[in-house]
Each structure stands twice: as C-alpha cells, then as structure tokens.
Nanobody
C-alpha cells in the first residue's frame, strides 16, 4: 500500500517563501511520476508540477518560473518550493504519485492535502 503525507503548509505573506514536502511510503516504483496538485476554494483540482525519476519536470503556466519541484528517489520524497508566492497560490496542495499501468490510463495515489494561504 502506498501512503503519501504532505507537510509544510501554512500562512505566508505575498512575496514570501514556502516549501512543501511529501513523504511516500510503501512500494514506490522507480518509474512512478511524482507531483503536486492544488485545489482553490470553488475551483477544480489542477496540476501544479510533476517530476520524473531522472529529474525531468513539468510546470503549469501559472507557476512556471516561481515554483521548483524536486525529488529524492532514495528517500521517496518530493518537494515544492517557491520564493515568490502570490495570493492566487492559495489552495489545498496535494501530493500525487502516478503509476503507468499497461493497458490502462494508470493509477493515482493521493496525500491528504496541506493548506497554503497567501495573504496579508
């Protein structure tokens, strides 16, 4: 069984910094994609960033240039860091692991979420 636990959320001033961390336990495959989603109040959950095992990354246009995703394969952790948060970043952030499954669209594992609030 795979379990994902997020940490690091909180209240931050606009222009401030924050690092979110996710610890994965269980049977994590080396080919699994790790990433972060977020869901703001009244909106759908959206992909923020993803990182492959060898370090290739993807960022949504709303955070590209402001956020950095990283992973430690030995520790099965993934982090999301920003030094320039804006109020629009306010959301619940969810850690995600996507696993490719032959003959299907894959399988997702989710953390419980951590609240990030960017406000004065």
């Amino acid at each position: 069984q795979v379990q994902l636990v997020e940490s690091g959320g909180g209240l931050v001033q606009p222009g401030g910094s924050l690092t979110l961390s996710c610890a994965a336990s269980g049977n994590i495959f080396s080919t699994d994609v790790m990433g972060w989603y977020r869901q703001a109040a009244g909106k759908q959950r959206e992909l923020v960033a993803q990182i492959l095992s060898r370090g290739s990354t993807y960022y949504d246009s709303s955070v590209k240039g402001r956020f950095t995703i990283s992973r430690d394969n030995a520790k099965n952790t993934v982090s999301l860091q920003s030094d320039s948060l804006v109020p629009e970043d306010t959301a619940v952030y969810y850690c995600n692991v996507w696993r490719r499954v032959s003959g299907s669209s894959g399988i997702d594992f989710w953390g419980q979420g951590t609240q990030v609030t960017v406000s004065s």
